[in-house]
């Protein structure tokens, strides 16, 4: 019985481990009305869906209020310590090099494993002019198709689809994005660990490296 139990127990364990984690973004616009916004982000897990959605209309409102309480810390923290800064800059500076070894590390791993499995860019436009509307179609190809690049440098990048309709005689804007972003909890957890491993081990020889340098 206990046997049994054990075995249970790890194939679920293996079963979890397999298992992905999804995230799924979703920004679709239609014409020029703000009602026909639509701005949304998924998390998957294990078949469990936990959906927010972010109402673009509401941001203006929200970004005047942050602007007024922004107003009011300035004027709260008008004194600035110097001090301090300079040491939180220095401290930035020794551990930019640590940071960036370390993240390197960590990239390297999920380069393979993170899997970006939709990637669906669809753009009807017109600017009104001809000739603007020819050259901004040129002009978006080339801001998509760098994305895509920086994208496949650092994921699994399958088939992207990317539809850039102009329109030569009217004024509009119709958009619709989605992607889906994919990794196995097994590589998060490895990543996790790769990551602080990699920071511990960083830190330890830069400090070996100081005292080093005092003798």
Known sequence: MIYAIAVLVLLITILIL????????RYIRQGGSDDKKLFEVKLLFFGNIIKKKI???????????????????????????????K???QD????????????KRANSYYRKRLICEEFS??????LG???????ASGFIYGIV??????????????EPNVEVNPDFND???????????????????????IIVFSFICAIFSKQISKVQMKF
């Open 18 to 25: 397999r298992a992905k984690f999804r995230i799924i973004i």
């Open 55 to 85: 109402s673009l209309n509401k941001t203006e409102k929200k970004d005047e209020k942050n602007k007024v309480k922004a107003k009011k810390r300035m004027k709260k923290d008008e004194k600035i310590d110097f001090d301090s800064l």
């Open 87 to 89: 040491k939180t800059l």
């Open 92 to 103: 930035i500076y020794d551990y930019y090099y640590t940071l960036s070894k370390t993240l």
């Open 121 to 126: 860019f669809k753009i009807g436009y017109g």
């Open 129 to 135: 002019d001809a000739a603007i509307t020819g050259i």
């Open 145 to 158: 198709y760098n994305i895509l690049s920086i994208i496949d440098k650092n994921m699994v990048l399958k």
């Open 171 to 193: 004024v509009k804007l119709d958009m619709d994005f989605s992607s889906i972003l994919s990794v196995r909890y097994v590589h998060i957890i490895i990543g996790c660990t």
